[in-house]
Each structure stands twice: as structure tokens, then as C-alpha cells.
């Protein structure tokens, strides 16, 4: 299980190290593509295998799902973790989650997520104003 909020700094190439107990769960080889929200998602192979088989069985006379499988599929690429604990970011997604020199890495259970640190704190701003809102919602379902 991925989990926690890790604030990481990319090198010149894009590189960016992953916490070593997001690198044991990851495993050697990860799979990064755009998420949503303006940031990048990190499975490992078998996660990934797992999602893949999930999108296969949507519809493609649908509209939505062809569009949602191309957004997500296309932005995808296979990294190496290197010694050093660290992936390659390509500059598209780079370009996409808004990438400078700054990141914040997440653990949200079954993946990490790669946030430049300017969204990343926005972002939680925002969130921490409707968190009591939100857990009500979930309470009156049997969430929380």
C-alpha cells in the first residue's frame, strides 16, 4: 500500500527519486501516465495490468470511454527505477502536471501521484475547506 506525502526535488534531466517504501511496493519497473487533477500517476506493473484489464471492458461505442482510454493510454510510459531510486519523467508529462524543479509524491493506496508543489498545496487548500463536507457525504452512505 502506497501512502504518505513526500516533497522531492527533480534534477536537470527530470529525474525524481521515489521513497524507498514506494520503491519496494512499486517494484523495478513503473508505468507513469497522466492523471487527473493536473498530475501524473505511478502503478506498478501488476496495478497497471489490473487497470488495463478494467479499461478493455468498457465500451468503445461509447463516446467517453474511447476519449478516457486514448487521454490515458496514449500518456503512458514505461520507466526503469534506477540505482539510485529514481525515474525519468518525459517532458510531456513533465509539461503536463507543470513540473519545474519542485514535486510533491502521495501514496494513495494502490499508486503514487506526482504533483508539481505549487498544485499540490492549492490543491490541499482547497480540499481542507470541504473535508467536513465530504466526510458527511461519506457517513451518510456507510463510508466513514
Same mark, same amino acid.
Given at each position: 500500500?502506497?501512502?504518505?506525502?513526500?516533497? %522531492?526535488?527533480?534534477?536537470?534531466?527530470?529525474?525524481?527519486? $521515489? &521513497?524507498?517504501?514506494?520503491?519496494?511496493?512499486?517494484?523495478?519497473?513503473?508505468?507513469?501516465?497522466? +492523471?487527473?487533477?493536473? !498530475?501524473?500517476?505511478?502503478?506498478?506493473?501488476?496495478?497497471?495490468?489490473?487497470?488495463?484489464?478494467?479499461?478493455?471492458?468498457?465500451?468503445? +461505442?461509447?463516446?467517453?470511454?474511447?476519449?478516457?482510454?486514448?487521454?490515458?493510454?496514449?500518456?503512458?510510459?514505461?520507466?526503469?527505477? #534506477?540505482?539510485?531510486?529514481?525515474? $525519468?519523467? &518525459?517532458?510531456? $508529462?513533465?509539461? %503536463?502536471?507543470?513540473? #519545474?524543479?519542485?514535486?510533491? $509524491?502521495?501514496?494513495? %493506496?494502490?499508486? !503514487?501521484?506526482?504533483?508539481?508543489?505549487?498544485?499540490? #498545496?492549492?490543491?490541499?487548500?482547497?480540499?481542507?475547506?470541504?473535508?467536513?463536507?465530504?466526510?458527511?457525504?461519506? +457517513?451518510?452512505?456507510?463510508?466513514?
Amino acid at each position: 500500500m502506497l501512502i504518505g506525502e513526500y516533497r %522531492h526535488t527533480l534534477d536537470e534531466k527530470r529525474r525524481i527519486a $521515489l &521513497p524507498a517504501k514506494f520503491r519496494r511496493a512499486l517494484g523495478k519497473k513503473v508505468i507513469i501516465t497522466r +492523471g487527473l487533477d493536473s !498530475c501524473l500517476f505511478v502503478f506498478s506493473q501488476t496495478e497497471w495490468r489490473s487497470i488495463v484489464e478494467k479499461l478493455k471492458a468498457l465500451s468503445m +461505442g461509447q463516446a467517453d470511454s474511447r476519449a478516457f482510454a486514448r487521454y490515458f493510454f496514449a500518456g503512458a510510459a514505461e520507466l526503469d527505477i #534506477d540505482q539510485l531510486g529514481r525515474i $525519468l519523467i &518525459p517532458s510531456e $508529462l513533465a509539461t %503536463h502536471a507543470k513540473l #519545474d524543479t519542485k514535486a510533491v $509524491l502521495i501514496g494513495v %493506496h494502490d499508486r !503514487c501521484e506526482v504533483w508539481s508543489e505549487d498544485a499540490w #498545496d492549492v490543491y490541499q487548500t482547497s480540499v481542507e475547506k470541504e473535508a467536513d463536507r465530504v466526510a458527511e457525504a461519506l +457517513g451518510a452512505i456507510g463510508v466513514l
